[in-house]
């Protein structure tokens, strides 16, 4: 594979240790490549500027700027970044101020190999990485919190929504496809949504697509946004 078409990734620690192991699982992926690595949150700020990376690991906490806010400092200069948290510890303020700073992902640092290595193709694919419990529970959460079961509201009854999003949803999504929806806002992948609905993966993959294009969504994790604003998804 020429190295152009490879995934650039960058590696933000404040141990070295860490980069260094990370680095080599990394870069043994013929279809991954090491761009960059910092130390510290302003390091990443700058490394991210210089080298434009399409996935960036991000460890949560490390001197100086958290990596959380060296999330939301890189996604101001190279928005097209995908962001992926790093940390040892599963809490729900982390996962939630990862969402709010732009991360597409969040995985614990005791993450096996397989996993990393998916998360960051995912990531690049666009697909939302939450698959901790942590995670799990804040997007339960959030999605409970602003659409509550008692305030649900008949579609009648619903503010209408913006012009860009009636031409958005174009055609009205099937059944099997609000089913393929509401998995995807809770960050399943392919294979985990064909065994929750019994279908296969293949089939799956079909919904998603005619998913993007009926919300006529660049990817996965803007279908999902897109559909929690608009009570597409309980």
């Not at 982390?94 to 969402?99: N, R, S, T």
Request: charged letters at 25%; glycine letters at 6%; one cysteine or more.
């Amino acid at each position: 594979m020429k190295e152009s078409e490879r995934i650039r990734v960058m590696l933000a620690d404040d141990q070295t240790m860490i980069r260094h192991g990370l680095s080599y699982i990394v870069n043994t992926q013929e279809d991954l490549l090491v761009v960059g690595e910092a130390g510290n949150g302003d390091e990443a700020i700058m490394t991210a500027a210089a080298c434009r990376p399409d996935v960036i690991l991000m460890d949560i906490r490390m001197p100086g700027r958290t990596g959380i806010e060296a999330t939301q400092a890189i996604l101001k200069c190279c928005p097209n970044a995908k962001i992926v948290l790093l940390t040892t510890f599963d809490v729900d303020e982390y996962v939630f101020d990862g969402m709010r700073a732009g991360a597409v992902g969040y995985l614990l640092k005791d993450a096996d190999t397989h996993d990393l290595l998916d998360a960051i193709r995912a990531a690049q694919r666009g697909e939302a990485i939450y698959r901790t419990s942590a995670a799990s529970r804040v997007l339960a959460q959030a999605i409970a919190h602003q659409f509550p079961l008692a305030d649900r509201r008949t579609s009648s009854e619903l503010p209408s929504p913006p012009a860009e999003a009636n031409e958005a949803l174009g055609e009205s999504l099937t059944e099997r496809e609000l089913d393929v929806l509401q998995h995807m806002a809770y960050g399943k992948r392919n294979s985990e949504i064909a065994a929750q609905l019994f279908v296969t993966e293949g089939t799956v993959k079909t919904h998603v697509h005619n998913i993007l294009q009926k919300l006529r969504a660049e990817d996965r994790t803007q279908a999902v946004v897109f559909a929690i604003r608009n009570r597409l998804v309980d």
